[in-house]
């Protein structure tokens, strides 16, 4: 069996203080240390000055091995093209795009530099799987640097239509770098039909199925809806319901049902769209004030990026608004955490809320809302309101869907969902249970690797050629 090559952004941590360690790492170590390995990508480290070579780490078969960044490139790389241009362009919103081709400069030499370090540490018989939006590029420049390995990648956010991924004055760029993949794996159907069409359209490739060929070679775009260990989620969800925080949660709410959504405080995720649903709520239902408590936690993030901290004061100052106007002397509508917590105390809160609200303006797969499904107890689940501009909708059919852009329809369904008969919300949860069981995080790594191991190999000609500032050692 080739030995993985895994690469991202961040790479994963090992060894016995690393308990919250999310699933898709979980998945990855477990696939590193069946076949033999590394972990390749960023150290979390920026320094001043030229950047030291790879540290490596050894942990039985697998080896992790980092790089650090220097701090003018990663600003950049990261906060610059990767999170200030390609993210909101890849959630739709090119009105949000900041872009300055300084910056993706740095994002294509960053790849570049990750791509000699990593030559250095392959065997000739390495598969490499690359991952996420930030290392686009990658796989075209290890094929320039002489790679004939099989390599591929997989996004993890969505991918818009063409006519939005157009108004990347780099894009073509983008379309090139994404040929010298051999696989690349896409949350849903639609996002890989929307590269299939960006490529066509862009390198004026031929089209044939889930093929994009021409006469430099071929390459498959295909969907690999990613998931979470449920049965592991579930056992997790049972053992917290006695923990301190759970009972604290459930002593607070006095009585009252539980709305719950967790989300990174992002522009994609819909904040305050779900605020004003919420106001609706309140107002079109008034007698469910005082039997209705929404807790809304939500982790501050890039808080560095101008959008991100009008978003923070947006949400804060709706949610105070709408606390004002119909808190009580005991309670409030809407208790707002901007902080994070342990998996296991999340696990807890979704065991314990009635509804799970899951509403985005776009989003590639959104595992919260897996994981709330995962939590419930199947004795007397609670329902999962999910919008159906987040890739888990594909699969979750059985929640209750709702357009985020829609207040109206939101409110109705929390309505609905809070008044569900148990015989329904056992059965919808059934349901959503056998989806999860189908297609769990396992599944979707096995499912990708062995479309890759097993593909004939037939290596695209690189369009990304080295600046010849960076040597690969031979």
């Known amino acids: 069996m080739p030995r993985l090559i895994v690469v991202s952004n961040r790479v994963a941590h090992f060894g016995q203080d690393e308990a919250n360690t999310g699933g898709l790492a979980t998945a990855l170590k477990s696939a590193l240390e069946d076949q033999g390995g590394?972990?390749?990508?960023?150290?979390?480290?920026?320094?001043?000055?030229?950047?030291?070579?790879?540290?490596?780490?050894q942990y039985g078969a697998v080896t992790r091995a980092t790089v650090d960044l220097e701090r003018d490139a990663f600003h950049k790389f990261y906060t610059g093209f990767s999170n200030g241009a390609l993210w909101p362009l890849l959630h739709y919103r090119a009105d949000l795009m900041d872009f300055h081709h300084a910056e993706h400069e740095a994002y294509q030499q960053v790849n570049e530099r990750f791509a000699a370090a990593l030559m250095r540490l392959l065997r000739p018989d390495d598969v490499i799987w690359v991952h996420d939006y930030h290392l686009f590029p990658l796989g075209s420049y290890l094929r320039a640097m002489g790679a004939h390995h099989r390599i591929g990648f997989f996004l993890h956010t969505p991918f818009p239509p063409w006519q939005v991924m157009s108004a990347l004055?780099?894009?073509a760029r983008i379309a090139e770098a994404l040929a010298a993949y051999d696989i690349v794996?896409?949350?849903?159907?639609?996002?890989?039909?929307?590269m299939r069409e960006f490529l066509r359209r862009t390198l004026h490739l031929t089209v044939v199925g889930e093929e994009c060929r021409s006469a430099r070679g071929r390459m498959r775009i295909s969907a690999f809806p990613i998931s979470i260990d449920g049965d592991r989620i579930a056992a997790d969800a049972a053992r917290t319901v006695g923990s301190l925080a759970s009972q604290n949660l459930l002593k607070s709410l006095d009585g009252r049902a539980l709305v719950i959504s967790v989300d990174r405080l992002d522009y994609t995720k819909g904040i305050p769209q779900r605020i004003a649903a919420i106001e609706y709520f309140l107002k079109r239902f008034p007698e469910r004030l005082n039997d209705v408590s929404f807790l809304q936690i939500a982790p501050p993030s890039r808080d560095q990026v101008p959008a991100y901290r009008r978003l923070r004061k947006a949400v804060e100052e709706a949610i105070g608004r709408l606390n004002g106007q119909y808190a009580g002397f005991d309670s409030v509508p809407i208790t707002y955490l901007r902080k994070s917590f342990a998996q296991s105390t999340l696990f807890g809160f979704y065991r314990a809320a009635n509804v799970g609200l899951v509403t985005p303006l776009r989003d590639g797969m959104n595992l919260v809302a897996k994981e709330y499904v995962a939590c419930q107890d199947p004795r007397n689940p609670g329902v999962l309101v999910l919008s159906s501009m987040a890739g888990a909708a594909k699969e979750l059919d059985a929640a209750l869907l709702v357009n985020p852009h829609d207040p109206i329809a939101a409110s109705a369904a929390i309505r609905q969902a809070l008044d569900m008969p148990l015989g329904e919300r056992i059965e919808r949860h059934q349901a959503l249970m056998q989806r999860l069981k189908e297609n769990d995080l396992e599944t979707w790594r096995d499912n990708f690797l062995r479309s890759l191991i097993n593909r004939p190999q037939e290596i695209p000609i690189p369009h990304l050629k080295p600046s010849g500032v960076i040597a690969v050692a031979p």
């Open 38 to 57: 590394i972990w390749f990508g960023w150290s979390g480290e920026v320094v001043d000055g030229e950047p030291s070579p790879p540290k490596r780490e």
């Open 169 to 171: 004055p780099v894009h």
């Open 185 to 194: 794996g896409t949350q849903t159907d639609d996002d890989a039909q929307c």
